[in-house]
């Protein structure tokens, strides 16, 4: 039998010329084939959206300047758009999500959910009266040997969990670099466009936020020292974090924008009392995964003796690496099988780890603030 | 000013429900957004190609149940297709590249370039009597490192070559899996289908390619020792190669599908009198180059110190890994400049490539079979 | 001219059959011809004692039924020890070490220095009142790329420092072994031979030390986060610990002997606003430095480009791997430089790294008890 | 019961002040403290002899002129030497070693066996007359994990043998340094001294012995490639050879002086029907072991689930590296046992392992010769 071909209609506020994530969010719905880039208001500069939309093949008419416009005609179309990328800076996330949610329209918004708890709780709220899905891209936890890493906790392979070591170091602001003509390092470590937090909100929610996701555990409290290295900076660029979960675990989280030689250094270990494994971002093909008392296992994706668990979530054959693009389109592919009723989008981030993420930021603060009290879940 | 997006109509032929080669092709053409995949001879099965068709998102009435048809209908038409991906196997290569051709549509071709040396100049020949580009892909020359590697090269940083180590290893031919329903390891096994060679023909010829890609350095002669240590099976499954390059530099080539562990295991290594570089494909988005003297360097993927030389060729920071896919993909952009006239394509692996890598399945074949005499290039 | 060899004359308390540290010693006395081991008070058990002195060739009278007799008897001697290693449990040190010392003895003691303050206070009165010199064996500062590292950063290359991430991780501990006959974990969690901490005082006390011998830093505050995950376990098999240093810059230790899957998992990591070092100690002749925005380099034991910082420390060419026992030489050979006036042990552990680890220990017990509150230095 | 200690009594030829692989094997010797250095001949300049016999502590009437007296005195001394360490360049290794023998005086012989293959069946010939024994210290057959793989092998944890990759590469001939008062460089490129062969003669045969230890294969024929790349130089610098062994398996070796960034690359990968094995000797405590169709396995040095394979050849806990110097001093161990009978030497090299060494190098000279024709063995 043949199924025809039908492609979820994409719309996407953000993104336009210059902007990082946006490219990501797009290159990522294109990998499978299960979207087309239909509508954006990709600029809050009318010109530029423009700009942006001829060079996306977006047509004229679906070219907005406001995401305001852009949910309702959007919404009144009969071909109108299924789903909507919000990629723009943290602060501008609530304002576009509500919309669309309102609208009934799907939203993939990029992490983390807002820069207030305010508008978090706001975006929470649109969440439950609306029947669109919600689903924030916390895009690490697409890729395989991570969802490999969690069906294996979620077997007991490593026992009662005891012990996690998370940590997400970066180099890029080594230097005080914003201020000088970087829209990237200017918006992040601007307070009022990121939120308060800068490292923790930018990266350390990412770590947090896979933790959970592997571990299944339950944070109980935290206890954090953030500092700001960089001269005159506004938020945190290094983070030092302690964890206490529900039923005993413990665990460290390190997050630190100013570590040199680091790139992107997310690395997460875990260890129970029948094993450990360990996994890192910039090699993501390969995770060690040591059996008490046994040799060490080197498992890659897809790879000999993988039980079929990497294989849904991966395209080409182990030892052809798939990156941190791949790994961001497994989100986008589950996100068109929930909408497309194709399958259940169990796997997928969505306001509940938004929250907890902004929880994570708000806590950090307030433990920092207070010299490293624990400040409770 | 603003650039209107234009995509480049692209045909297929083979790649039909099953294939693997395909499906990396159709991914590689997305990623960059270059391509609109508009028509295809996916099966020589009918009902296969048209169900094919259908599941891509290709209107009925360009699906077609020859090449001959497809080239013929597609040429006439005024939104014909602008370019054709052959993605068969080995031995029906030929006849679809000199059909497209002859038509005036760009060929963008599997490797190796065909099963016979018959074949192989048939092809050449309508490369040169057509205005259209031929496009072999030799996909890992689209990995920035490589890229990189064959630039410092070229600027002297390894001063006169002196070793090259290639080496291309894989163990999925352990057992004898042709012949139990596994197609992939079926016509890669047959010589009828493949061409001669096994292991030479399929990885072999990739990691030679690479070498001479990075290098630049010509051929001179090749010794070669093959075996077929599969029970029954009709082609080499692991090879041992030695060259010599004109100017005095020398070189190994091994090529395996029953070294155990290894999944894709590519792997080049050079030296020169004034340094030497290491990469292996695996985790490809780093490279050691160790300057004659000094401590060696870890260079990464669009990392620190680069000098701009990855920055073309790759599309996130440095620390979010691109694997193959990427790389595939490069090629396939490159290509779309090339046929767009925004780019010259002087890194596109061509024809040359091609009889260059036949040249090299052929005499490994000869040498073996003389006990590995000498075959001069 | 002629250097006539004359080796350093040295006894051992503790070490008699079956024990493990003892036997390490030796071997690292031994490795550089500077030492003869004489005599002994090998075990408290008396046939013990004298079954361990004749397997290792100590002559029947310079075998002692106790410490106390021994430093009596050879500080009487013409012939007598010049130096003696102590090798006991932690609450055994205090005993031998005073009773040396006040014989004019030079002591070369096992850490941590003590079990309890009162012990390691008294140890540091008897230093200071004797001629005798008293060096504590944290042997992982005699690692050569260690020592490098520690000139790299008095030299700059790291500029000011901000950030240092330092782990102690082994596995050892995971199921509860103490009690089934195994000496070494029965010792090391009995809080009246360990003193009052486990793997703080068994391996957290090394990477504390190491991390301050490397970077010179001083230490302001901590604050701990200890565990007993062993079911019924009297001392913390798990550490979760805070730093700030004097001048700003902020630390994590992490120290676990409950993590599957390391096996001496001591790793360093050190960043400044200008580089960063990272290193391991379970591949010591390797050390990454990332000079900030250049490429990172791969350092080696005494490798290209080192600028000879490495070679006193090293015995072979590089390559050529060097481990634990050859750094563990290293104080011996320091040692003896020591004790023969031919070098002036600057880069030896002595008196007060030894009441630093002690305050470590003792704090990290504190703070833990007050729920993570931060303990002055 | 109480073993009383007794140490061999050792004397060495060679090995005198600014010597490199002297110092190497009085390490190894002390180590396990089995052997006291006795006597020498430790260079053919008395004064140096003298001076060297001095600052090592041997008496000064154990101090010798000549080998030819040492023997003769020794072998007529009641406490004269029981073994002696030859330490020469290769073309001093049969003067000493027959007079050794025929003294009946255990020799311990550094490798290759010799520098001509006269000399060699010379040494062969006193070796069958004498009641002494005869060991090659090909010391990289000390490693405990090669000694593991070895036992592994002969267990059928690879099936039968197909594929040896062995390689072993360094750089510190990449420049032309003999003649700039680099004595080793001197006598290692001088043909009378070396012998023949330079990189395949010094290194070469270390990898060629050590996988004919692993494997157990027996060599049918080989077939080299060898060059020299240092202008002038009249040895080789670069070897490429291929392997063919009894029974269908084959193999290739390379070594290479010339190769930036290797500083002691002694690799060795094996692949049989069922598995693979591959280790480094640069961090020779860590091997890969993929049995096929499974997870592919890091094995430790003593670790966890080696079976016990490892704890003999072994002195510290895993994860506490040993090196090149230990691997080195259990041979000198096993030697000890075999001279003192409480051990057989099954796995020490001795005059087989030379005359096969001896082979290989003057194959490779011949067959290289002959454009790389195959050389029986």
Same mark, same amino acid.
């Given at each position: 039998?043949?199924t025809?071909?039908?492609?979820?209609?994409?719309?996407m506020?953000?993104g336009?010329?210059?902007a990082?994530?946006?490219a990501v969010?797009?290159?990522a719905?294109r990998?499978? !084939?299960r979207?087309?880039?239909t509508?954006g208001?990709?600029?809050?500069?009318?010109?530029?959206?423009?700009?942006?939309a001829?060079e996306?093949?977006?047509?004229p008419?679906r070219s907005?300047?406001?995401?305001?416009d852009m949910?309702?005609?959007e919404?009144?179309?009969e *071909?109108?758009?299924?789903a909507v @990328?919000?990629v %723009?800076p943290n602060?501008?996330?609530?304002?576009p999500?509500? @919309?669309?949610?309102e609208?009934?329209?799907?939203?993939?918004?990029d992490?983390?959910?807002?820069?207030?708890e305010d508008q978090?709780?706001?975006?929470? !709220?649109?969440?439950?009266?609306?029947?669109?899905?919600?689903i924030?891209?916390?895009?690490y936890?697409?890729?395989p040997l991570i969802?490999?890493?969690?069906?294996?906790?979620?077997?007991?392979?490593?026992?009662?969990?005891?012990?996690?070591?998370?940590?997400y170091?970066?180099?890029?602001?080594?230097?005080?670099i914003?201020?000088?003509?970087?829209k990237?390092?200017d918006?992040r470590? *601007?307070p009022?466009?990121?939120?308060?937090?800068g490292?923790?909100?930018d990266i350390?929610t990412?770590?947090?936020?896979?933790?959970?996701?592997? %571990?299944?555990?339950?944070?109980a409290?935290?206890?954090?020292d953030?500092?700001s290295?960089?001269?005159?900076?506004?938020?945190?660029?290094?983070?030092?974090i302690l964890?206490r979960?529900?039923?005993?675990?413990?665990?460290m989280v390190?997050a630190?924008?100013v570590?040199?030689?680091n790139?992107?250094?997310?690395?997460?270990?875990?260890y129970? !009392?029948k094993? #450990?494994?360990?996994? #890192?971002?910039?090699?993501?093909n390969?995770m060690?995964?040591?059996?008490?008392?046994?040799?060490?296992q080197?498992?890659?994706?897809?790879?000999?003796?993988?039980g079929?668990? #990497?294989?849904?979530?991966?395209?080409?054959p182990?030892?052809?690496p798939?990156?941190?693009?791949?790994?961001?389109?497994?989100?986008?592919?589950?996100?068109? !099988?929930l909408?497309q009723?194709?399958?259940?989008?169990?796997l997928?981030?969505g306001?509940e780890?938004?929250?907890?993420?902004?929880?994570?930021?708000?806590?950090?603060i307030a433990?920092?603030?207070k010299?490293?009290?624990w400040?409770?879940?």
């Amino acid at each position: 039998m043949t199924t025809s071909h039908r492609r979820v209609r994409l719309g996407m506020v953000g993104g336009g010329q210059g902007a990082f994530i946006g490219a990501v969010h797009r290159i990522a719905s294109r990998i499978d !084939d299960r979207y087309e880039l239909t509508a954006g208001a990709l600029s809050s500069d009318a010109a530029r959206a423009a700009a942006s939309a001829a060079e996306l093949g977006i047509a004229p008419d679906r070219s907005y300047a406001s995401y305001e416009d852009m949910a309702r005609a959007e919404a009144a179309r009969e *071909d109108g758009i299924e789903a909507v @990328a919000i990629v %723009t800076p943290n602060h501008m996330h609530a304002g576009p999500a509500i @919309a669309f949610l309102e609208a009934g329209i799907n939203v993939i918004c990029d992490k983390p959910l807002a820069a207030t708890e305010d508008q978090a709780q706001a975006i929470a !709220d649109a969440v439950k009266s609306s029947s669109a899905k919600f689903i924030l891209t916390h895009n690490y936890t697409g890729y395989p040997l991570i969802r490999q890493a969690r069906q294996m906790v979620a077997e007991g392979k490593l026992g009662k969990l005891r012990i996690v070591q998370a940590e997400y170091a970066q180099d890029w602001l080594t230097e005080v670099i914003e201020g000088t003509g970087n829209k990237q390092a200017d918006w992040r470590t *601007d307070p009022a466009r990121s939120g308060g937090g800068g490292a923790i909100g930018d990266i350390g929610t990412h770590a947090y936020n896979l933790l959970g996701f592997v %571990t299944g555990l339950k944070t109980a409290a935290l206890s954090a020292d953030l500092q700001s290295f960089g001269e005159g900076r506004k938020v945190d660029d290094n983070a030092h974090i302690l964890l206490r979960f529900e039923g005993g675990a413990r665990g460290m989280v390190w997050a630190s924008q100013v570590a040199p030689g680091n790139e992107n250094g997310l690395r997460l270990r875990i260890y129970g !009392d029948k094993g #450990g494994i360990e996994w #890192g971002q910039e090699n993501p093909n390969v995770m060690t995964y040591a059996p008490f008392g046994q040799p060490k296992q080197l498992l890659t994706r897809g790879g000999a003796g993988l039980g079929g668990g #990497g294989s849904d979530w991966t395209r080409i054959p182990p030892g052809h690496p798939e990156g941190y693009l791949e790994g961001f389109a497994t989100l986008y592919k589950d996100a068109a !099988d929930l909408i497309q009723g194709t399958g259940d989008g169990a796997l997928l981030p969505g306001i509940e780890a938004g929250l907890d993420g902004m929880w994570f930021i708000n806590a950090c603060i307030a433990s920092s603030a207070k010299d490293g009290a624990w400040v409770a879940r």
